[in-house]
C-alpha cells in the first residue's frame, strides 16, 4: 500500500513571485501545452526561469507558474521539479 502524500499546503510556498529558479528535471508536454507535440520536451534541466505565480493543484499541492524567459514560454511547475538560484540550497 502507497502512504497518501502530505498536503504542501500546510506549509509556505517554497518560492515566491519573481523569485529566479532553474529546473532540476525535464519537462515534456502532456499535451496542455498548445502548439507543441504531445511528448516533446518543452523545458530542460537547468533552464533558468522566473516565477510568475503560484497556485495550487487539488488542494494538496502548490504549483509555480515559471517563465522561462529564453524559451518564451510560461510552464506550470512543482516544488520538486524547481530549484532556487538565489537562496543557499
Do not use: C, W
Not at 31 to 59: C, E, Q, W
Request: glycine residues 10%; negative net charge; proline residues 6%.
Amino acid at each position: 500500500m502507497v502512504e497518501a502524500e502530505a498536503s504542501e499546503l500546510y506549509s509556505p510556498p517554497a518560492y515566491e513571485p519573481g523569485e529566479k529558479v532553474q529546473a532540476t528535471k525535464e519537462v515534456r508536454n502532456d499535451g496542455t501545452y498548445p502548439g507543441h507535440a504531445m511528448g516533446a520536451f518543452l523545458i530542460h534541466r537547468g533552464d533558468v526561469g522566473y516565477v510568475k505565480s503560484v497556485g495550487t493543484f487539488l488542494n494538496r499541492f502548490y504549483v509555480y507558474a515559471i517563465d522561462f524567459v529564453d524559451r518564451g514560454m510560461l510552464v506550470g511547475m512543482r516544488t520538486h521539479e524547481i530549484e532556487s538560484m538565489e537562496k543557499p540550497q
